[in-house]
């Protein structure tokens, strides 16, 4: 974590065009140069008047269109909180459109949970939700407004799973019938049942209706993910207190930190590929992975956990850092307490927008110059930088792929830095925190227009799921 001290200097825009600059005018009067006819004379100030005059039109359609923009469009003249950087980056950033930058933002809390679904050519968006401490199943069909309780029967435990994992858990818990008796409901309440005879996917019919025949509703209970059970014990702070992240891990070496992680179950860590690939000639029984733990002398007196398998991206490449991600499976469960605890993944289809102000912890350098990993865990908040910006040439200059995401600060403020590596970047949704970047990379730590590079989870779900379910 490179936490740097001087963040309110001025923001210093290095980007450059790309290609050849706009053509210059150049008069050369030589000294051998021929006198100039009265004729020729006459239609140079023609020329040149009409060239003055053109020039003149454009910089007023370009005043004008700008007056526009700034006057017309409220959105462009008070951008949402934490992205103003980004919407003046946005307009002196060549190959950035700003009407993309500057277009408003989802508020961060507001997203939907859409499976939109090809069936019979038209597209059916469900969204689920779990409520209550009955962990009652909801479905939301059509964008209709009104959310139905699911009926008994037809729900097998495979659908179960899929609707817990398009929620950010990694399995389904449990999986029960409630009677309609012991609840109390809305006279209104409406319910949806799935035809039984189709084979449990999500994208199979709920159809409404105004009764439960079997009397009985759905209950789930999808692994636990995403809950700090100490958090409201922090006050302020950047060096972290146990049971802040309970998801962080420390993936080591023998008795060397090389990268963080994150708890994704009792017997799933999540790091970044490239920290294996470093040390793929090392023997498995090398590696530990130590969770619960904040202080890294401690973790250095921690047995910590034996790692099974190591499990990098197929498609993972050195050159790029193209699907910078890696599974370790480890020998031995985590035991779950308030100090070790599973993050959520994203929900399917979550949006987190550009500005969403996510944390980022390791026990990376706290400064760019230095060669050791902190010895406290460090936090800070980074926000979200969109893709389009941070591909542009002000910052990585097409480097991204779609399996990246930006987060950190134009000024340089605070970013991730070596050793950080393979950590979590975390965003809340209500009081749940989901798995939004793994650490992956970036041009040196907490440099001016140089955020932080993370792997894209939300990209990664299928094969995290696939991955977990065959093992
Ligand atoms: C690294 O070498 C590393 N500033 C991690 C994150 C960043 C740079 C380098 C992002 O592990």
Redesign the pocket.
């Known amino acids: 974590m490179s936490p740097t001290l001087d963040d309110h200097g001025p923001m210093e825009t290095w980007c450059t065009e790309e290609g050849p600059g706009p053509g210059i005018f150049r008069t050369q009067l030589g000294d051998q140069q021929e006198p100039i006819s009265q004729l020729q004379r006459w239609c140079c100030l023609q020329r040149g008047c009409a060239i003055l005059g053109a020039l003149g039109l454009l910089a007023g359609a370009g005043v004008g269109s700008w007056l526009l923009v700034l006057y017309l469009w409220p959105a462009a003249s008070s951008p949402i909180s934490g992205t103003l950087q980004e919407e003046e980056m946005a307009l002196s950033c060549p190959g950035v459109s700003s009407e993309e930058e500057l277009l408003p933002s989802l508020p961060k809390t507001v997203w939907m949970l859409h499976v939109q679904l090809q069936r019979a050519s038209s597209l059916v968006p469900v969204s689920f939700r779990i409520k209550g401490e009955d962990l009652l199943l909801e479905v939301q069909v059509q964008a209709r407004p009104d959310w139905l309780l699911v009926c008994h029967g037809g729900l097998n435990p495979a659908l179960g799973m899929r609707i817990c994992q398009s929620l950010g858990h990694l399995r389904l818990a449990q999986h029960k019938a409630v009677n309609l008796h012991d609840i109390k409901l809305n006279r209104s309440q409406q319910f949806a049942q799935l035809s039984a005879s189709l084979g449990g996917l999500l994208e199979e019919a709920w159809q409404s209706s105004t009764n439960c025949p079997s009397g009985r509703i759905v209950s789930l209970k999808c692994s636990e993910c995403g809950a700090r059970p100490l958090a409201s014990r922090i006050v302020g702070g950047q060096t972290v207190a146990s049971g802040r992240w309970p998801w962080q891990a420390s993936v080591m070496l023998g008795s060397r930190h090389t990268c963080g992680g994150s708890v994704l179950s009792p017997h799933w860590v999540v790091t970044a590929a490239h920290c294996m690939y470093s040390f793929r000639l090392s023997r498995l029984s090398s590696w530990r992975v130590h969770a619960g733990l904040v202080s890294h002398s401690a973790v250095r007196h921690h047995q910590g956990t034996m790692v099974e398998k190591i499990i990098p991206h197929p498609l993972y490449s050195a050159q790029n850092h193209d699907y910078d991600v890696a599974l370790l499976q480890l020998r031995t469960p985590l035991n779950f307490s308030d100090t070790v605890g599973a993050v959520c993944l994203p929900a399917k289809e979550q949006h987190f927008p550009r500005g969403s102000q996510c944390w980022v912890s390791g026990w990376?350098h706290t400064d760019p110059s230095h060669s050791h990993s902190s010895d406290m865990l460090q936090d800070t908040v980074v926000p979200l930088v969109s893709t389009h910006l941070c591909n542009s040439s002000c910052m990585y200059s097409g480097a991204l792929t779609n399996r990246m995401l930006c987060a950190g600060y134009l000024d340089g403020r605070a970013?991730?830095?070596?050793?950080?590596?393979g950590g979590p970047l975390v965003c809340p949704s209500g009081d749940t925190w989901h798995l939004v970047g793994v650490?992956s990379?970036?041009r040196?730590?907490a440099e001016p227009n140089h955020p932080?590079?993370y792997a894209k989870v939300a990209e990664f779900l299928d094969w995290i799921h696939d991955t977990v379910r065959v093992r």
């Open positions: 990376g970013d991730a830095c070596q050793g950080d590596s650490v990379w970036g040196g730590c932080g590079v």
